[in-house]
């Protein structure tokens, strides 16, 4: 049973939620702001968060900015319809996927298991290593020239998948349905990931010499 910690201020959403992902078979902690939401997680430890975007007091992008500063804690965001920007700039914070209000409650559910798939799945590779970039799949580390770099679990898995498949070019379909398990979704999401990537593993981030971009098709991993 994961423990999942769901932070929105709409009671009714909040409840929704929770009714879902019981059904689906987690341990749900709620919390309506920020500042309880950070506490409890701290405190708890969860093993995912939902996340509303627009809270009160401490919203929801500092909310991932926090956590993302003490734990890799996968985060799964709710964002209105409009907020375009904000859905970007949580996904550069490290947030692993979205879902856009108003949604689906089960389709919400199906991604948290989705992540959830993902970040706790038996790896198919024991060690994964490129020049200086070392891979540690099994205790998901991954070190450049010997020291350790910072990803998220969307990051990590996105730079396996790179690193088990160079010299392939993947458009950003391919990457969502392969990476993600999306069979649909924004492809943004993929460009922001490979940016942060891009400016943790590559010695100029604005002239990538590891992950190219193919243009008219998507991006394919070079190794060193």
């Known amino acids: 049973m994961r423990k999942i910690l769901v932070v929105d201020d709409d ?11 019981e ?32 809270l009160p007091g ?6 991932c900015r926090r956590l993302r500063a003490t734990s890799e804690v996968p985060v ?10 904000n859905r970007i700039a949580g996904l550069q914070l490290g947030a692993d996927d979205y879902v856009t209000k108003p949604f689906s409650p089960r389709e919400l559910a199906l991604r948290v298991s989705s992540v959830l798939r993902r ?3 038996p790896p198919t590779f024991d060690e994964l290593a490129d020049g200086d970039l070392r891979l540690d799949v099994t205790a998901r580390r991954a070190t450049r020239g010997g020291t350790e770099l910072s990803l998220t679990a969307r990051e990590f898995d996105l730079l396996v998948f790179f690193l088990a498949h160079p010299g392939s ?15 649909f979704g924004d492809q943004s999401t993929v460009t922001v990931h490979v940016r942060r990537l ?6 100029t981030p604005a002239k990538p010499t590891r992950i190219a971009t193919v243009w008219g098709v998507g991006y394919r991993y070079d190794r060193a």
């Open 169 to 183: 070019a993947f458009t950003r379909e391919q990457l969502l349905e392969k990476v993600w398990g999306w069979d």
């Open 119 to 121: 970040t706790t799945a």
């Open 76 to 85: 799964v965001m709710l964002t209105a319809l409009g907020e375009e920007e």
């Open 23 to 54: 059904l689906a078979g987690h341990q749900v902690a709620l919390a309506d702001n920020g500042e309880d939401a950070l506490a409890w997680a701290a405190e708890h430890k969860p093993d995912l968060v939902v996340l509303d975007l627009m």
């Open 11 to 21: 009671l009714t959403v909040r409840d929704v939620v929770r009714r879902y992902l």
């Open 58 to 63: 401490i919203d929801g992008l500092e909310v």
């Open 198 to 203: 891009r400016e943790k593993i590559e010695t």
